[in-house]
């Protein structure tokens, strides 16, 4: 290349670190070498079977499940919850060291798009165990991880869906709990007490999605109230243990289908076996527990608000699809809707929203690949060791050292303590772009569609307003947008301000 | 409002403000659970008692005989708690100034609260639907002041609620429709189930199928668009008032909580992205009364060219509703978007009442015809 003749490698490299970073603006440029072309093919057929699932379970049933739970506040969707599961949709992206099938997981955004564009709370249904998943492996505790998502996979076998929530919000605490500079100041009470043999937690949880329908449930608490930040502690809770209830289900405006509900514990006893990370855990790290826990937020919503980016594409995409098929069928003014001037530029402006969202949740998820939390699955060599190595030797095999304290070391090596602090602003900071944008982007053609149908679009059985009212809460879930506004210039303008301070004023 | 400055406005003021805060706010989330739960019919019953169904009647025809500044004031102060009662009132009204526009006063059921219940007073129509612009609409036969109508008209809000309503049809050969009072008692009248909608749930629509219905002529024959647009203008600010009651609602609510909850260590309203989004939504809201009350006051005084300045005055407070609401639920995070709270109701509701009166993209280009026709744009 022509240029400068005197620019050596030193100078070339600070103009390439120099903001934007190549790195940060260039994500999907530097990760689509080094991912394994088979995802292509897995992607395609991730996003066919969500179409048939669309056709055969979720279109047939959506209006009807959200006009049930406006009758009935407390009614649980168990049905579709069990086709989803007979459909495989629970161990879909569950790599096949734990028993699933081993789709790539940024396959699973195409999936929640194509679903959240039939019905996001069905999309929720299926999203958000993924959450959950995500979250146990944030804490890189691998024996855990082969328990807990290997009871997924048998639920698929014996038709009693085993779904994995998080649970973290609490009734005094919701943005709070998503940063370690606002926990430390948070009304947290939700508490997990040292004893012999395992913690004691008393506390309440609420808004937590699919909660009245998992199984497992990744537990988000403190050993010390007043340190939060330096005390966090995650366990893994089931269903039957002893102190161990559910409370109320929310009534929401939207997104119906899936459950908000409360989790109530009352002197629950937790195990030992059952701590995913803890303070004790964190000591052998090298960074401090504080930024541990950040970088353990981190990980698991660089990764989960791609998914609710996806949700906000998915959910465009229904208002949009709704509003072209009224157009395409409706006279005003003496002429089809869709011959109007104004009509088609609205409607091409609801479909670049579209695939602009989509672009976000795209270079969020390379950024994941690249810097977060698939970067061990999507390398090539474990990539494809993990697809075409025979299931009995995989489970009988290799299945045994993932019990051993080692293996749970060398990952914890890799993803916490080899992990650059750039890596982990840039897959953030990504993932909250994603997340507001697309999110924006939801509630904007959930209201452009209305506006474009008028009447026709409030009624409840043309299946329009539901978009609007199922996309709002994708603004406020998984942080807020304004804190995803912030986490960027956190991640990703802050860094390189001096004097710039974020929650802190 | 502002537009609440003499002695009578501000009993109004006080008195639709004491009949929210009495009969609306406690029960809202009940209410807005029709058609699953009852209806509010007791609140009705009131409603009625206090003369909010029949304010802009004369007062030979039993009504209030108030101007558009009265209504607009009485919208603003119940939506802030409920529009859907403004959306029973707004309906109302505008099948009754229709019917006023048509010197056909005489029409009018007999309304006086303690010798009818309040069903006998209200008068359903398609509030949401500028007959103008509609690819269908119903089929009128016949001659004189009775006809037959025959077909189905979607969307006829309080169809299940009253015995009468005004409709639009066309009678074979007229160029446009007319309108007629239809007894939705007689033989040949379908009315659906109530329609279950996004917003103002205890205001509801049903879809009619007319078979051979007799009917009553309103006005004269082909000109129901002349007394529709006639009627609309003044609509259109109590459209722009439900719309300002609601963002009002929004903004109290959050400055409320923004006072209350605590988030890193205070209370939110110290978050400067807090206090910028509170800020953005009572300037909303302040803009918005200070256009009605402009646009309320022009048109009281038939100032050259109000009724422009009432279409201005309702397509842009309804769209910064929409908006504000949005933010009024964000400012609450997950609470605002649960029932157990005012807020996502007033964003479903904003959202709904931005459609009364017909699309509001053929409300835009409505408004560059008519400058284009030669009226003057300010």
């Known amino acids: 290349m022509k240029g400068d003749g005197a620019m050596g490698p030193n100078r070339s490299k600070a103009l390439l670190e120099r903001e934007p970073r190549f790195d940060d603006m260039a994500v999907s440029l530097l990760a689509m070498p080094r991912l394994p072309k088979a995802m292509v093919k897995e992607t395609k057929q991730a996003v066919e079977l969500a179409r048939r699932f669309n056709d055969t379970v979720v279109r047939p049933y959506a209006l009807e499940l959200d006009r049930k739970k406006h009758e009935d506040p407390d009614f649980l969707p168990w049905e579709f919850v069990e086709e989803a599961n007979r459909w495989g949709l629970y161990t879909l992206c569950i790599p096949t060291l734990f028993g699933g099938q081993g789709v790539n997981f940024p396959a699973l955004s195409y999936v929640l798009e194509e679903l959240g564009s039939a019905c996001t709370g069905m999309s929720n249904l299926v999203g958000v165990h993924y959450l959950g998943v995500a979250t146990l492996c944030a804490s890189w505790n691998m024996r855990l991880m082969n328990k807990v998502m290997r009871d997924t996979a048998e639920g698929e076998k014996t038709g009693e869906p085993c779904l994995i929530s998080l649970a973290i919000t609490e009734p005094g605490a919701g943005t709070d709990v998503e940063e370690v500079d606002l926990v430390s100041k948070a009304q947290v009470a939700c508490q997990a007490k040292k004893v012999k043999g395992g913690y004691v ?72 076996d059952l ?71 609205m409607l091409a ?17 390379y950024a994941n690949d690249l810097l977060g939390m698939f970067k061990v699955l999507e ?58 944008t697309a999110t924006d982007i939801g509630v904007k053609n959930g209201q452009l569609a209305l506006e474009m149908m008028g009447r026709a679009g409030l009624r409840h059985d043309r299946g329009a307003e539901k978009h609007l009212r199922d996309s709002k809460l994708l603004q406020i879930y998984e942080g807020t947008n304004q804190l995803n506004r912030l986490n960027l210039f956190k991640c990703l303008i802050g860094r390189d301000v001096p004097g710039a301070r974020v929650f802190e004023e | 409002m502002k537009i609440a400055q003499d002695a009578e406005m501000r009993m109004l003021d006080q008195m639709a403000a004491d009949f929210a805060a009495k009969e609306l706010v406690e029960a809202r989330e009940d209410h807005d659970r029709y058609p699953f739960l009852p209806l509010f019919e007791d609140v009705l019953a009131k409603a009625h008692e206090v003369g909010f169904f029949t304010l802009l009647l004369p007062e030979a025809a039993g009504g209030g005989e108030q101007g558009i500044s009265a209504l607009s004031l009485i919208l603003d102060d119940i939506c802030r708690s409920d529009a859907s009662l403004g959306g029973i009132i707004f309906t109302t009204a505008l099948a009754h100034e229709m019917i006023l526009k048509a010197k056909s006063e005489a029409l009018l059921p007999p309304v006086a609260s303690g010798d009818h219940s309040y069903r006998e007073a209200l008068i359903a129509c398609p509030s949401f639907d500028n007959p103008g612009e509609a690819g269908n609409l119903l089929q009128a036969k016949g001659k004189g002041k009775k006809h037959m109508l025959s077909g189905s008209i979607e969307y006829v809000v309080l169809a299940g609620l009253c015995g009468r309503a005004l409709l ?41 199928e007319l078979k051979g219905v007799e009917a009553t002529l309103v006005g004269r024959q082909g000109e129901g668009r002349a007394y529709f ?91 910064l509703a929409c908006d504000a609401t949005t933010d009024g639920i964000q400012l609450l995070g997950g609470n605002g978007y649960m029932e157990d709270y005012g807020q996502e109701k007033r964003f479903r509701d904003a959202k709904q009442i931005q459609s009364l009166l ?3 993209p053929m409300k835009r280009l409505d408004y560059i015809r008519r400058i284009r026709e030669g009226e003057k744009p300010w």
Not at chain 1, 239 to 262: T, V
Not at chain 1, 280 to 303: C, F, P
Not at chain 2, 177 to 184: A, I, K, P
Not at chain 2, 242 to 255: L, V, W
């Open chain 1, 201 to 272: 937690v008393n506390g309440r949880k609420i808004f937590i999605s699919n909660g009245h329908l998992s199984y497992w449930h990744m537990l988000v608490c403190y050993e010390d109230l007043k340190n939060p930040q330096d005390t966090v502690i995650m366990l893994a809770i089931h269903n039957g243990m002893k102190g161990f209830s559910f409370g109320r289900q929310e009534r929401k405006m939207g997104q119906k289908g899936c459950p908000a509900s409360e989790l109530i514990f009352e002197d629950c006893f937790v195990p030992d």
């Open chain 1, 275 to 345: 701590v995913c990370i803890n303070p004790a855990q964190g000591k052998k790290l090298k960074r401090s527990m504080k930024e541990t826990h950040m970088q353990v937020i981190d990980y698991i919503v660089a990764a989960s608000r791609a998914g609710v980016g996806a949700f906000g594409v998915g959910v465009a995409r229904g208002a949009y699809e709704e509003a072209l098929r009224f157009a395409g069928e409706t006279e005003v003014d003496g002429k089809l809707l869709i011959n109007h001037e104004w009509a088609q530029c």
């Open chain 1, 349 to 365: 402006e609801m479909y670049k929203n579209v695939a602009v969202g989509r672009l976000t949740y795209e270079e969020a998820n």
């Open chain 1, 379 to 436: 390398w090539k060599p474990i990539f494809y060791y993990l697809k075409y190595m025979p299931k009995p030797i995989m489970d009988k095999v290799i299945q045994p050292f993932l019990n051993l304290g080692a293996v749970t070391w060398l990952f914890r090596k890799i993803y916490f303590d080899w992990q650059k602090e750039t890596d982990y602003q840039c897959s953030s900071g990504w993932g909250s772009l994603s997340k507001f």
């Open chain 2, 168 to 208: 639009p049809a066309k009678v074979e050969g007229d160029e446009s429709y007319s309108l007629f009072l239809v007894d939705l008692t007689s033989p040949g009248v379908e009315v659906s189930e109530p329609v279950f909608s996004l917003g103002l749930h205890a205001c509801p629509a049903c879809d009619l």
């Open chain 2, 229 to 319: 647009d006639a009627a609309v203008d003044k609509m259109f600010l109590a459209a722009a008032a439900m719309a300002t009651g609601i963002m009002k609602g929004s903004f109290t609510e959050a400055f409320e909580y923004s006072l209350q909850r605590h988030q890193g260590g205070w209370e939110i309203i110290n978050w400067s992205e807090v206090r910028m989004l509170l800020a953005s939504l009572a300037i909303k809201c302040k803009v918005a009364d200070m256009l009605l009350s402009e646009a309320c006051r022009a048109a009281e005084a038939d100032e050259a060219g109000w009724g422009l300045g009432a279409r201005a005055a309702a397509i842009h407070v309804q769209e």
């Open chain 2, 358 to 360: 017909g699309l509001t």
